[in-house]
């Protein structure tokens, strides 16, 4: 069963830290690019992150240049997403996803982000 379970989310002032995991099982994660999606209540669904199978080719939206930082460890077929300096208008429900961009072929559930003092 093809299957991306995310976790890490939870409430963060504006200006910290969290960092989400995303655990691959069920299809070959080591060939497989990846992605991070955000959807923020009101909005549409933005691709925040991706990253290559090998990770060595990565992109990053420009609203998170700078304080996002997409990883991946094959072994352990786990996705990651170092969140820093948050701020409020990081409030979103975020999703990991198999593939390069914003249309995926398989999803997690997401985790919930909210930036908040």
């Known amino acids: 069963q093809v299957q991306l379970v995310e976790s890490g989310g939870g409430l963060a002032q504006p200006g910290g830290s969290l960092r989400l995991s995303c655990a691959a099982s069920?299809?070959?994660?080591?060939?497989?690019?990846m992605s991070w999606a955000r959807q923020a209540p009101g909005k549409g669904l933005e691709w925040v992150a991706g990253i290559s199978s090998s990770g060595h080719n990565t992109f990053r939206a420009d609203s998170v240049t700078g304080r996002f930082t997409i990883s991946r460890d094959n072994d352990k077929n786990t996705l990651y997403l170092q969140m820093n300096s948050l701020k409020p208008e990081d409030t979103a429900l975020y999703y990991c996803?198999?593939?390069?961009?914003?249309?995926?072929?398989?999803w997690g559930q997401g985790t919930q982000v909210t930036v908040s003092s």
């Open positions: 069920g299809f070959t994660f080591s060939t497989s690019s």
């Open positions: 996803s198999k593939g390069w961009g914003p249309r995926g072929d398989v």
